[in-house]
């Protein structure tokens, strides 16, 4: 997954979790893991009682972690059937799911007013709001920018999406004015090649899960719905 693939570490631990769960649920017979009597039934049976717990969006990650494992399994021989054939697709229409209420510019700016500027973290929970808020990036995105990816002299931002694909974005002096702010500051250990760093020993980079938790933040302190 890693090397053929090119798969982030965090959708190849995503992958193996399903891996993990499907094997114990459905090919442990007496207690040993039997995976060569797998059937189609035994794949029916797992992604019925996974979709019926998770959203559209989400069912259809677990056909593909499916997918991939039972792939694997036919390939290197311990598996007799071509299993993944028997993976069927999930539906999931375009627009047939009810849009999020769109977020009005004056509740976006409450939010950026609601962050404190100021101290270590305040300052680096503002430029990642601002990030967020003016470029729309996800919270992946801005867990992997980089240093080198804000150029200063175009005026330009490189942002890192899912399948190694990158996107130049122009960068806004809102933005830009944010990120010297937080950089101004010093963010720790020399050599950090990530834009944004824990503020807390041991000092690396931050995790996409502390971006939903700076807006969470910011929408209690605007009186405003998570989001």
């Known amino acids: 997954m890693l090397r053929e693939r090119g798969l982030a570490p965090a959708t190849v631990v995503r992958y193996e979790n399903t891996a993990r769960r499907f094997l114990r649920e459905q090919a442990v017979v007496d207690g040993v893991l039997l995976p060569s009597a797998l059937t189609g039934a ?7 009682r996974e979709c019926r717990r998770v959203s559209a969006g989400s069912a259809k990650g ?3 972690e499916l997918r991939s494992v039972l792939r694997f399994l036919y390939l290197q021989g311990i598996t007799p059937l071509r ?3 028997a993976v069927p697709p999930v539906g999931g229409w375009r627009l047939a799911a009810l849009p999020p209420p769109a977020l009005a510019a004056t509740d976006v700016q409450r939010l950026l007013d609601s962050t404190d500027s100021g101290g270590d973290v305040g300052v680096r929970d503002f430029a990642i709001m601002v990030l967020v808020a003016r470029l729309g990036l996800r919270s992946i995105e801005v867990a992997r920018l980089e240093l080198r990816d804000v150029n200063w002299r175009a005026g330009e931002i490189t942002v890192r999406g899912k399948g190694r694909r990158q996107d130049q974005l122009p960068l806004p002096a809102e933005v830009g004015e944010a990120l010297v702010a937080y950089l101004s500051r010093g963010r720790g250990p020399q050599g950090a090649r990530h834009l944004f760093l824990t503020c807390r020993a041991p000092r690396g980079p931050i995790r996409a899960d502390l971006v939903g938790d700076v807006v969470e933040r910011a929408c209690l302190r605007a009186g405003l719905p998570r989001m």
């Open 42 to 48: 035994d794949v029916s049976t797992f992604l019925l």
């Open 62 to 64: 677990r056909v593909a």
């Open 83 to 85: 299993l993944g054939t």
